[in-house]
């Protein structure tokens, strides 16, 4: 009988590879700097067997993505392009802008020697239409001026390097990319691989950086297990945003931007919070995200040494004052006092949980992240959860801060 089954088994084995095969199209994105023109002609490979992918609606307004061309239907709707690809695959060619203000600066640029910016910027976000239960098998194609080099929070790119996200069945890269002639460090830490990488002359303190993290990463790991396997950190210089931006598994960091400020926060460590946070789906209160990525900003400061007790303290006590003087909140979205009340609540829920041995604030957002919720009553419920009663900071808190004005 076993001799008859085991043909039988390996030929169900078959089928099912099969058909899980067929449930995958293929696409290519691609993108060619061409800093003499000041744009970037990007396109979208499909190829697909079936007709899986049906259509892709692309944000894609007019001031930063434009002559649209390629195979199948092609329909501008405002800010949005709709791309209805045919049963076979095909392709659709545009070209993107690449500088973006932000304020009087910018957070998107391309020089003659180099980029600056999000894969984002290149291939925007879409509404996706195809059959049910089928994903893409992406990769990431770039190309540009001899002697420039890529780096993105999937790797060099300078082959063909596939694009992979779990949380989504459409792999659209995301992330900063640093572009052009540039400077690069990169170092293992423990299983994590961190790159960091500037346009060369735009003064990138990269080995700062690198020594910076060996002695503040391994505690944001506890409190963040599940943080990226890959994390690239960008910067330059010449006119761009004077801070810090997160984005998936990447840092985008102004060159002048000090690793600690004289306030004792740390930009880098703001925004690779964020990172961690940003990973989490569901809805999410903002005063919670900014308020704990300032939060153990400073905490991870103090925890390998780089903060001492009494400055810790003070820090907390200038953050008090800020938030006193102007009437911080705890709104969304959340930003300057707002998020110095924030910062203060977080401290106080921390204190509270380690008065009633109830455990520490690390556990509390670790359940929050992994609870797909990240809102005021999800964090009551937990903390409640931990204390086993209802927490008289937090509630007291959300009763006279989250209230309008």
């Known amino acids: 009988m076993i001799k008859f089954l085991l043909p039988l088994l390996l030929l169900c084995d078959l089928a099912l590879a099969q058909d899980a095969r067929s449930k995958i199209y293929d696409v290519t994105f691609s993108a060619t700097f061409q800093p003499a023109k000041g744009v970037i002609e ?22 930063e993505f434009s002559n649209f061309r390629g195979d199948g239907t092609i329909e501008r709707k405002g800010k949005h392009l709709l791309w209805t690809v045919p049963p076979g695959g095909g392709s659709l060619f545009y070209e993107v802008k690449v500088d973006h203000e932000r304020g009087l600066l910018l957070d998107a640029k391309m020089t003659r020697d180099w980029a600056i910016l999000r894969l984002d910027d290149i291939f925007p976000a879409a509404r996706v239409r195809s059959l049910r239960g089928t994903e893409s098998r ?20 300078q082959k063909p390097r596939a694009v992979d996200d779990p949380q989504r069945r459409f792999d659209r890269p995301t992330g900063w990319l640093a572009a052009g002639e ?11 691989i961190v790159t960091v990488a500037g346009p060369l002359n735009q003064d990138m303190p990269r080995l700062e950086i690198i020594a910076f993290l060996r002695w503040t990463m391994p505690k944001l790991l506890k409190i963040f297990p599940d943080f990226p396997k890959r994390l690239l950190i960008v910067g330059a210089r010449d006119d761009m945003w004077r801070g810090g931006l997160s984005g998936p598994g990447s840092v985008y960091l102004h060159t002048e931007r000090p ?24 809805p999410r209160d903002d005063w919670i995200i900014e308020g704990l990525a300032e939060y153990y900003s400073l905490e991870i400061l103090r925890r390998s040494g780089g903060l001492g007790t009494q400055r810790f303290a003070q820090t907390l006590e200038w953050l008090e004052a800020w938030a006193k ?7 969304s979205p959340s930003s300057g006092a707002n998020t110095a009340r924030a910062v203060l609540v977080f401290d106080l829920i921390q204190k509270e949980l380690e008065a009633n041995d109830a455990g520490s604030l690390d556990q509390v957002v670790q359940q929050l992240l992994a609870s797909g919720s990240i809102t005021s009553e999800k964090l009551q419920l937990l903390v409640e959860k931990a204390l086993g009663e209802p927490s008289k900071k937090l509630d007291k808190a959300l009763q006279v801060y989250a209230k309008p004005n």
């Not at 540039?182 to 994590?192: A, D, H, S, V």
């Not at 690793?259 to 703001?270: G, M, R, V």
């Open 42 to 63: 990007a396109a979208m490979h499909v190829a697909q067997k079936r007709h899986l992918l049906r259509s892709l609606d692309l944000i894609a307004p007019e001031t």
């Open 138 to 157: 992406s990769m990431l194609e770039l190309h540009g001026p001899a002697g420039w080099r890529f780096e993105s929070r999937y790797g060099p790119v």
């Open 182 to 192: 540039l400077g690069i460090r990169k170092e293992y830490m423990g299983k994590r």
């Open 259 to 282: 690793l600690i400020s004289e306030n004792a926060t740390s930009a880098l460590l703001h925004e690779m919070v964020h990172i961690a946070t940003g990973q989490a789906p569901g």
């Open 325 to 331: 003087k102007e009437n911080g909140r705890l709104r």
